[in-house]
């Protein structure tokens, strides 16, 4: 339970003695502002008779001083509409239904469009869990208006008309037809039903072309399995929310995982309900996002994830296919009891790019009979073929390429033989790079047929079987740029659009006489059609020594993953996503290795906190099959299998990049084989790296029951203040809950709308998503590393992330040292294999706000719907009200962050600030900024059902946030109708607010954690 156990969220916390963690509690930031540097332009200053900085320290913080003081905004001219369109109203949004689809991010989405700018994303929730979002599906939005997206087309790195870069590439594809060499066409997985239509036509047209698709992030491996056992090269679709045991071997399926978009369904499952949620058994070598989330976590090595799977096959089949033992094989057992004993309802899934794991793992799913497991509803979400990417490369070597087309990929970045891919190139008579940035693949390429952005091209896409989606262009492209479809039928001489190309396919065979118009207002269109499977036998003991004899153990073995912020780097140059801090390391701008404890004493690497809390880091130099990357950050870990270090993939860009975001090493360097397993050799060199990290960042650590959980045994056969224990207070000699206890007279909030937010941590699985919403919804502005490192970091809303110690007041008292230094001595010794629990925090919208009373000036006060409100205009930042608040969730502004040269990121230039909000004002220096519990959004839902003369329905309230959220964890709503659903979850018994002890009163409340561990 929450009160027996001890959390940090950093190593650091857990000495007693740190002069580090007793000066962050006691001042917000330990380092002088440097106020001489952001009050004002130095220079005018510094001529000035008197100073900004002595004119404050003269007259004071007075009601003058704010009135004298306070930025005024500058004027900006705007020019009305002399025709106004039909279907834009100044001052309303309108909303078009799409689709994302780039081989790494998929979803379909609706595009939040005012006066013809898309400025937000938002699910798409006719799609169910098609429709929900991820932190980069969010953040795509702002990739719109990057500044170093390419403006033209471009031939050998100089601008070309289009005209002229269409008879180059025509003159060249006839030639080369008539004397039949190859044309290859190498692109991404696109799931594209429209533009494989385009290609196959193509094809027909010149003879002798292949398509060949490259996924930087492969799942060949399993596409190559299910092939083999179905006759179809497609992913199964794994049910989780039909699951009562899930056992992951390497399946990060929370993250990017065979194209992700499982969040939805897993959390279905993780509700207690009936006393029943799934149990998730989580086995690997990295401390991935699901592996936080599983009730039980057993770190191995990567090689051990191979004898591991085998094991766990051979002890539900009672077969005896070759293997080695491992480690955890007494929990191999364990698992393999509970997959026997849910039969139907039991899943194995495994992240081994390998494809006799993958039929290891689809054959054990076949044994179980498993309904989890869906072959009959395959997923197209990746289409990627290693074996055919190697033929390529060697057929460009032997000169037996004519042309090469490549889009949606930037093979001179992602391969691991990048520079012999660039040198094969040369050797192509023709090279055209379909892209819209000069990527590393541009640079390499004769020609640059310039893409536009999805939010301004048409496109469909088949994620799954008898599900279609449509994507349509929210704004007129910014820039001279053409679809890589379009490209294709000017080349073959067609006169159609690719619109009319898409309406036309999917006229004669998609819609079976549906309405296009339909399809396209909703975004989606269900087709039933039938998908012929044929069951093929496989030789699984072949496929387990062939497993065995390719895995080579080692001293230290890397394991390469993708972060949710980043994935394989389509999205490096997007500050919003530089900025995120990671779920499980809480660090931001940066790329690490990372490594256990035990094996970073072993190396001698260390991680240190100065005296501002910032974190610093040893160095190293990695090692794998030749090639080297030098000056790797070290993170050491908590939950790192011991003998391995993770490396995530993504960073390292250099081309078509902002120098800001040209960080980290490409790890992509060290993906020998398309495997993500590397036997690797370690090596610390001299020197320090700085982090920005937000692990010390304003805690709260010393309050108790700041997360509350227990096991789902006790949460089915004990009473409620057993695991969620009400604070009491004594009140007239009586003990009370402390709700009833009161300072202030309680006015009447019965009447209107009093706003709710409830977070369910049992289904919150930290993806961040919410993060980049609330960036985007509310215009928060990007501070960079140096900024976030000196704990000045602007998000509105931040994810908590907490390790538990292994010691509970339970087990103290079984070992008989209850109470003793022993006890608390053990509670500070890091776990090497934690749990880990997560909390979204951001204002508490307290109706006891202890920020109200202290502010002079009345900036922040509480609003009758019950949201605590900032009038920036008032506030002159003494950060009273930040000192005052328990739950460090108050930001304040110390620098101009737009149009500032000194924050070179999207607001920092024209085409950046088109995503701005204008619905949220842009806030100037010197005022302080938290979470509104998105009033502009609430307060339009009351406009708009008052103009239509209607009570505002359940679910029509949102927040940026609870619109987000994939897994349905946060729901926003009004508790003074008594039928909405948040109004049902504040009674709910697994109910509790943040510090209630306090009395303060939050609007926000929280519902614990309920584990499924072996306990249960």
């Known amino acids: ?312 096959y051979n002890a539900v089949t009672g077969n005896s296919l070759p293997s080695k033992e491992t480690v955890a094989d007494a929990s191999i057992k364990k698992a393999a009891d509970l997959l026997k004993q849910a039969g139907s309802k039991a899943v194995v899934v495994t992240g081994i790019q390998d494809k006799n794991a993958q039929l290891i793992a689809n054959a054990l799913n076949e044994f179980l009979k498993s309904e989890v497991y869906d072959i009959t509803t395959p997923r197209f979400v990746k289409a990627g073929n290693d074996t055919e990417v190697t033929n390529l490369i060697a057929d460009m070597t032997a000169g037996k390429v004519g042309a090469l087309f490549i889009y949606n990929s930037n093979p001179s970045y992602t391969l691991v033989n990048a520079d012999a891919f660039n040198k094969a190139l040369k050797k192509v008579k023709l090279s055209v790079v379909c892209t819209m940035s000069n990527d590393e693949t541009a640079l390499q390429s004769q020609l640059v047929a310039t893409t536009p952005h999805y939010l301004e091209s048409w496109g469909d896409a088949q994620f799954q079987a008898g599900e279609y989606s449509l994507m349509q262009p929210t704004i007129k492209q910014l820039f001279n740029t053409r679809q890589f479809e379009d490209s294709m039928l000017i080349w073959m001489g067609e006169n159609k659009t690719y619109y009319q190309f898409i309406k036309d396919n999917w006229t004669a065979s998609i819609l079976n006489g549906g309405s296009w118009n339909q399809a396209l207002h909703d975004g989606i269109f269900v087709n039933n059609a039938e998908i012929s499977l044929v069951k093929n036998e496989v030789d699984l003991a072949s496929s387990a020594s062939a497993l065995l004899a390719q895995t080579k153990p080692a001293d230290f073995e890397l394991n390469l993953y993708a972060k949710i912020s980043l994935g394989d780097g389509k999205q490096a140059n997007n500050p919003w996503l530089q900025e995120l801090p990671d779920p499980i390391t809480r660090t931001t701008w940066d790329n690490y290795m990372t490594v256990s404890a035990a094996d970073a004493n072993t190396l001698g690497l260390e991680n240190w906190n100065v005296s501002d809390g910032a974190l610093n880091g040893s160095v190293v130099t990695l090692k794998v099959n030749g090639v080297t990357l030098e000056n790797v950050p070290v993170l050491i870990q908590p939950g790192q299998a011991k003998g391995s270090i993770g490396l995530a993939v993504g960073y390292g860009r250099t081309a078509g990049m902002q120098k800001e975001m040209m960080i980290g090493v490409n790890a992509f360097a060290f993906m020998h084989n398309f495997s993500n397993f590397q036997t690797v050799e370690i090596e610390k060199t001299a020197g320090v790296h700085e982090f920005a990290c937000v692990q010390l960042q304003h805690t709260i650590m010393g309050r108790d029951e700041i997360i509350k959980e227990t096991i789902l045994e006790d949460y089915i056969n004990k009473p409620k203040e057993d695991w969620n224990k009400t604070p009491k207070f004594s009140l007239n ?88 230094g022993k006890m608390f001595n053990t509670m500070t010794i890091p776990s090497e294999n934690p749990q880990v629990a997560f909390q979204p925090v951001m204002c508490q919208h307290c109706n006891h706000a202890p920020c109200e009373t202290v502010c002079p000036v009345a900036a922040t006060s509480h609003g009758r719907q019950g949201q605590n409100q900032m009038a920036y205009n008032r506030c002159i930042g003494t950060r009273y009200c930040a000192n005052n608040c328990p739950y460090k969730v108050r930001r304040f502004n110390w620098f101009k962050y737009a149009e500032n040269s000194e924050f070179d990121f999207n607001m920092n230039n ?74 049902h979850l504040i009674e709910d018994d697994r109910a509790f607010h943040l510090l209630a002890e306090i009395g303060t009163k939050p609007n926000v409340m929280y519902h614990l954690k309920v584990r499924n561990t072996e306990e249960s």
């Open 1 to 312: 339970m929450a009160s027996n156990k001890k959390y940090w969220r950093s190593v650091e916390e857990l000495k007693s003695d740190s002069p580090i963690v007793k000066n962050l509690m006691r001042k917000e930031f330990v380092d002088e502002i440097p106020t001489d540097e952001f009050l004002g332009d130095k220079e005018n200053l510094s001529q000035a008779a008197t100073t900004r900085r002595d004119f404050l320290k003269y007259v004071g913080f007075t009601t003058a001083a704010v009135t004298l003081a306070s930025c005024e905004g500058p004027l900006v001219k705007s020019i009305p509409y002399v025709v106004k369109p039909d279907n834009i109203i100044p001052g309303v949004a309108n909303y078009y239904a799409s689709l994302i689809s780039d081989g790494s991010d998929i979803a379909n989405i609706l595009v939040k469009v005012r006066e013809g700018r898309p400025i937000k994303i938002e699910p798409n929730k006719m799609a169910e869990n098609w429709g929900t979002t991820s932190a980069r599906v969010q953040a795509s939005v702002l990739s719109l208006y990057d500044n170093n997206r390419l403006r033209e087309p471009l031939a050998n790195g100089e601008a070309i008309k289009w005209p002229d870069l269409d008879k180059t590439v025509i003159d060249t594809l006839t030639s080369l037809k008539n004397s039949n060499e190859k044309i290859v066409i190498l692109t991404g997985t696109t799931a594209s039903p429209s533009t494989k239509k385009v290609i196959e036509n193509f094809s027909q047209l010149y003879g002798n072309v292949s398509h060949v698709v490259y996924d930087a992030l492969t799942e060949s491996a399993a596409l190559d399995a299910f092939e083999t056992m179905y006759g179809l090269r497609a992913l199964p679709t794994y049910k989780f929310e039909k699951a009562s045991v899930i056992v992951s071997v390497g399946a990060d399926f929370l993250g990017d995982w065979q194209g992700g978009q499982y969040s939805a369904t897993y959390a279905k499952s993780r509700v207690p309900v009936n006393g029943k949620m799934s149990k998730h058994l989580q086995f690997e070598s990295n401390l991935s996002l699901t592996g936080a989330n599983a009730d039980n976590r057993f770190p191995i090595k990567p090689s051990e994830q191979v004898y591991a799977l085998i094991n766990l």
């Open 733 to 820: 000699h009586q003990e009370v809950p402390a709700d009833r206890v009161d300072l202030w007279d309680k006015f009447d909030d019965t009447i209107g709308h009093h706003f709710n937010l409830s977070i369910d941590l049992a289904t919150c699985t930290g993806c961040a998503a919410c993060i980049v919403a609330c960036h985007a919804e509310n215009n928060v502005p990007v501070v960079g590393k140096h900024e976030i490192r000196v704990s000045r970091d602007m998000h509105w809303l931040r994810i908590d992330r907490y390790y538990t110690s292994d010691m509970t007041n339970e087990k103290a008292k079984e070992e008989n040292i209850f109470g003793s």
């Open 910 to 983: 024209d085409l950046g600030r088109m995503v701005l909000n204008p619905d949220v004002v842009v806030r100037s220096r010197g005022v302080m900024e938290k979470c509104s519990m998105c009033l502009q959004k609430t307060q339009l839902s009351i406009l708009t059902a008052k103009m239509e003369g209607r009570p505002v329905a359940d679910g029509e309230f949102q927040t940026a946030c609870s619109s987000a959220c994939p897994t349905g964890s946060m729901v926003f709503g009004d508790v003074n109708d008594k039928e909405s659903e948040v109004a």
